[in-house]
């Protein structure tokens, strides 16, 4: 999957827009010698994660065009799991096509992150990633103290509290909207496929949409694209986020070169908060 390729344009749409990668046993990443002096003098940010919890899970259905063609899971896991001496949450993602679509173009993308409790910082992040005749496996370790990261396709600066596409996606729901004005951006430093982008998303208001599971009020975004093979322009996409506590993506619509793609929810379960957007009749 690659950023800026045309068949990656399902899942560009969840940030700048899910694996399981089973490596063998002589799989070498790279690490840092990493001594107690390094990891005393660093202190992790602290963020006060409001909003999403253990076993919260998303479902959303992809529409290419006038066709529903995919469906797209997130899910937090259980507990919390430990990486680089760290607890984390574990988030997986999981992208496919439908079987009426497979013929056209199949889709089997899996994604994890592990996105550190206190600091909503990604320790570590992989990928498997079959689109059609295209297959990928990624794995990456994050080291914020070095600005480095460590992966099986190589090793780079990076800056501090740079994000994978999934943790970058949490991140951003804890963000405080609450004094927003139309037109404010938000930067972000996302790592794919051994290239670090610099990107981020401009807020655009506040609109009232239906869905699947009802009327719910909404913060809308536009992110910053990288405008090549898949977007003509920057703006090519907007992204609709709950109005309350939960901040969970509703709907993504988007512009590529070969049509357009539309992503709704379709369900939701384990919110930390109550669904105060979902506007009861």
Request: glycine fraction near 4%; proline fraction near 4%; aromatic fraction near 14%.
């Amino acid at each position: 999957m690659n950023i800026i390729r045309p068949n990656s344009a399902f899942f560009i749409t969840f940030w700048s827009l899910l694996p399981f990668v089973f490596l063998s046993a002589f799989t070498f990443i790279p690490q840092p010698t990493e001594t107690n002096a390094d990891k005393d003098q660093f202190a992790y940010r602290k963020m006060s994660n409001q909003a999403f919890g253990f076993n919260e899970k998303l479902s959303y259905r992809v529409h290419y065009g006038v066709i529903n063609a995919a469906a797209v899971t997130m899910e937090v896991g259980p507990q919390f799991i430990e990486k680089s001496d760290r607890k984390c949450y574990q988030i997986k993602a999981d992208g496919r096509t439908l079987k009426s679509f497979d013929w056209a173009y199949k889709v089997r993308d899996k994604f994890e992150s592990y996105v550190d409790n206190e600091a909503l910082a990604p320790m570590s992040f992989n990928k498997s990633v079959q689109e059609d005749k295209y297959v990928d496996n990624d794995l990456v370790n994050f080291k914020h103290n070095k600005k480095k990261l460590y992966g099986i396709k190589g090793v780079l600066d990076m800056p501090e509290y740079t994000h994978d596409i999934i943790s970058a996606l949490y991140y951003v729901r804890n963000l405080d909207f609450s004094n927003a004005k139309k037109g404010d951006k938000y930067p972000l430093d996302i790592y794919l496929d051994n290239k670090i982008y610099h990107l981020g998303f401009k807020y655009d208001g506040k609109e009232t949409i239906s869905t699947d599971i009802g009327k719910i009020k909404c913060l809308r975004f536009v992110p910053i694209l990288v405008v090549d093979r898949v977007f003509k322009d920057q703006d090519d996409m907007t992204v609709w986020v709950s109005d309350d506590a939960n901040k969970i993506p509703v709907r993504v619509k988007a512009k590529i070169m070969v049509g357009s793609i539309k992503v709704d929810i379709t369900s939701y379960s384990g919110l930390k908060n109550e669904f105060k957007a979902l506007v009861v009749k």
